[in-house]
T-cell receptor
Framework: GDSVTQMEGPVTLSEEAFLTINCTYT??????LFWYVQYPGEGLQLLLK?????DKGSNKGFEATYRKETTSFHLEKGSVQVSDSAVYFC???????????FGAGTRLAVHP | DGGITQSPKYLFRKEGQNVTLSCEQN?????MYWYRQDPGQGLRLIYY???????QKGDIAEGYSVSREKKESFPLTVTSAQKNPTAFYLC?????????????FGPGTRLLVL
């Protein structure tokens, strides 16, 4: 079945460091890909998405490119801030109905 | 402001008790979803509804029930048959239109067993 694999955390960075969180997927057909962010004690917020191969999603300095050849959707940010500390989830939707399939999440901790 | 509201923020359940979690949206979305989140894990789908008066089981529906009598509301009941109900419950909705639509999430309800 369809699945999403994310790099395990926690990822600990200093402020202004470069961030990469790896995400790979397995899906039949042509999924849409998403990154969601969860701040402590809160629900999930959509961070960015891409719906077809080579699309780049971007928001708040975060970017991810839909790579069909490597089945990947890695999240990147050039300079992280303390306020970026959160759990990041990679997810996909495929098939004929809107079932989101999530990775396990990656916790990011940014220190001043 | 349009959005998804969930109540209560925290809910305590006694052994053998049914409890109901509320989810309301004013986004005019057709589809609504319930997910369960356990510590250190991703979300798993409990139930979903694509239209009023219709709903389908997700991956972990045992011990849960739902109703969809109004477009705006999709309450989830955690029954006494759910033996491990302690978790963070998230409701989501998505707009009408194409498949693979983005889902938008509420703030969640944390359920604890006394």
């Amino acid at each position: 079945g369809d699945s999403v694999t994310q790099m395990e955390g926690p990822v600990t960075l200093s402020e202004e460091a470069f961030l990469t969180i790896n995400c790979t997927y397995t899906a039949t057909g042509y999924p849409s890909l998403f990154w969601y962010v969860q701040y402590p004690g809160e629900g999930l917020q959509l961070l960015l998405k891409a719906t077809k191969a080579d699309d780049k999603g971007s928001n708040k300095g975060f970017e991810a490119t839909y790579r069909k050849e490597t089945t990947s959707f890695h999240l990147e940010k050039g300079s992280v801030q303390v306020s970026d500390s959160a759990v990041y989830f990679c997810a996909l939707i495929s098939g004929g109905y809107n079932k989101l399939i999530f990775g396990a999440g990656t916790r990011l901790a940014v220190h001043p | 402001d349009g959005g998804i509201t969930q109540s209560p923020k925290y809910l305590f359940r006694k052994e053998g008790q049914n409890v109901t979690l509320s989810c309301e949206q004013n986004l005019n979305h057709d589809a609504m979803y319930w997910y369960r989140q356990d510590p250190g894990q991703g979300l798993r789908l409990i139930y979903y509804s694509q239209i009023v008066n219709d709903f389908q089981k997700g991956d972990i529906a045992e011990g849960y029930s739902v109703s969809r009598e109004k477009k705006e509301s999709f309450p989830l009941t955690v029954t006494s048959a759910q033996k491990n109900p302690t978790a963070f419950y998230l409701c989501a909705s998505s707009p009408p239109g194409q498949v693979q639509e983005t889902q938008y999430f509420g703030p969640g309800t944390r359920l604890l067993v006394l």
